[in-house]
């Protein structure tokens, strides 16, 4: 059963918020890296261009290299792979994005200027000229991306557009096209086409199910048919991980409805039954009953919150009792998750017209 435009948009709203948060800290200036092996601007070390992508017999680095220990990361394997050509360029694809992305996901805890520091020192046991002085070069434009792409998720949203689902979508395709406008500004093609282009073909290939939905003009077997003409244009790859995720999404939305008519957990095990193995149904079960655990808490917070602003208490007052509150209702592990949907919260209240 597919979630209606307006759910669909309020999650991808969510998503934005979240990824907004997830990238709070304070970018710097392009930065201008040292290593102990070569500068940047060596002769013969350029630093990033599209011919990157024309050269040929890509090979991955065999060159075992410890990451730099960060806190955070401590035992972790690092995600992502540094490759390169038989010319010893460094290789774009979507590896390399996870490389900067999981030295990148720890600067909440452990600060930018470490974090980079980290990635700088792992790479440089990985890589030689000229792919070192490249990768260092992409790097600072990738920073420059992530804190251009901070501004432009924490613009304000429109009240009026977040209540009709025609200009949900609306803001939905405005988004995706301003994102992808950044990337272009700060990349060439061929690095936009590397890092980015998956990424973009799956969310042109949303937003066009979306806009299908949307259509007054066509029944639902019009809507399916179009849905499985703009599936069948994805990538082999692609089709077959889309075709799972609605197959989950579908399963999620059946299981949702069951919970909220009342059914028994064995009767939500019987329908999960039906699509998934035994140990399968087991691990979503136990997850769906922690997550309904999650939500009835954090709507008990919220509730309980609401009164608490209004009992009269002073600001600092009140920001003691509701942090006590949420120590005596979420773990330490549940915290960022919290602050979230608090943001998210009191981003929606922010944007509702005032009442006259």
């Known amino acids: ?198 990424e973009e073909a799956y969310a042109r290939y949303t937003l066009d199910s979306l806009s299908v939905l949307a259509r007054d003009d066509l029944s639902e077997q019009g809507k399916a048919a179009a849905q499985q003409g703009l599936r069948e244009q994805l990538p082999a790859a692609m089709r077959a991980s889309e075709e799972r995720q609605s197959q989950a999404l579908a399963q999620q939305a059946q299981s949702e409805r069951l919970w909220r008519e009342g059914a028994s957990e064995e009767q939500v095990r019987q329908s999960l039954a039906l699509s998934y193995d035994p140990s399968t149904v087991e691990r979503l079960l136990l997850e769906q009953r922690n997550e309904r655990d999650w939500q009835q808490r954090y709507t008990s917070y919220r509730e309980q919150l609401t009164r608490l602003h209004s009992n009269g208490l002073s600001p600092a007052d009140q920001q003691h009792e509701q942090q006590r509150l949420r120590q005596r209702l979420f773990n330490a592990a549940d915290q960022h998750r919290v602050d979230t949907y608090d943001a998210f919260a009191a981003k929606q209240q922010n944007s509702e017209p005032a009442e006259l």
């Open 1 to 198: 059963m597919p979630l209606p435009i307006r759910s669909i948009a309020s999650l991808t709203v969510l998503a934005i918020v979240a990824a907004a948060l997830t990238l709070y800290w304070q970018w710097p200036e392009p930065i201008a890296a040292r290593t102990d092996s070569a500068s940047p601007t060596q002769p013969g070390a350029p630093i990033i261009a599209s011919p990157l992508l024309r050269q040929p017999a890509p090979t991955a680095v065999e060159q075992a290299a410890p990451a730099a220990v960060l806190p955070s990361m401590s035992g972790a394997e690092v995600d992502g792979e540094l490759k390169t050509d038989s010319g010893g360029n460094l290789q774009l694809d979507l590896a390399l994005r996870d490389y900067f992305d999981y030295f990148l996901s720890a600067v909440d805890q452990n600060g930018l200027e470490s974090s980079v520091e980290a990635l700088l020192a792992d790479a440089g046991g990985r890589l030689q000229e000229p792919a070192l002085g490249q990768l260092i070069g992409l790097l600072g434009d990738y920073l420059d991306y992530k804190r251009a792409s901070l501004a432009l998720m924490q613009q304000p949203l429109d009240a009026q557009q977040q209540a009709q689902p025609q200009a949900q979508l609306a803001v939905l395709q405005q988004a995706f096209e301003s994102m992808a406008q950044l990337r272009r500004s700060h990349f060439s093609p061929g690095a936009v086409e590397a890092l980015f282009g998956a």
